[in-house]
């Protein structure tokens, strides 16, 4: 099977990103986080090495969520209907979000804490 072209790869990717935005909450409200820590970035005057810690965590909780989504759309197909195994799987595929989404509070806290009280 051949590849397809960069450009024609690069349009799958960013349409995945769209189907995203438009069909998944959980992504849309990660995505409204995303921009309220852009809006502080430039409000507080975040430094640079910091903005990059802001940005990094973000985009691994939208990416975390792209990966749960993608697993738990495969396990839809496989088995449809309710099976405890198929559960469990979603469940592990969550909890790698939600592990991402702690983290990014955490560093959230660190990184704001010195420009809000320091």
């Known amino acids: ?3 397809p072209a960069l450009h024609k790869s690069l349009i ?3 349409r995945g990103v769209f189907l995203m935005l438009k069909f ?4 849309q409200i990660e995505v409204v986080a995303l921009l309220m820590n852009i809006f502080l970035i430039f409000y507080l005057k975040i430094s ?3 903005t990059i810690l802001i940005l990094i ?3 691994l909780v939208l990416s975390a969520e792209a990966f749960n989504t993608a ?9 449809p209907e309710f099976d405890k195994r198929i559960g469990f799987i979603k469940d592990i595929s969550a909890g790698g979000v939600i592990l991402m989404a702690i983290l990014s509070v955490m560093v959230g806290i660190f990184v704001y ?3 809000i009280f320091g």
Request: charged share 30%; with cysteine.
């Open 1 to 3: 099977m051949r590849k």
């Open 48 to 50: 640079n090495l910091d």
């Open 24 to 27: 998944e909450r959980n992504f």
């Open 71 to 79: 697993i738990e759309k495969i396990c839809d197909i496989i088995h």
């Open 57 to 59: 965590v973000c985009f």
């Open 12 to 14: 799958n990717a960013f």
């Open 113 to 115: 804490w010195k420009y």
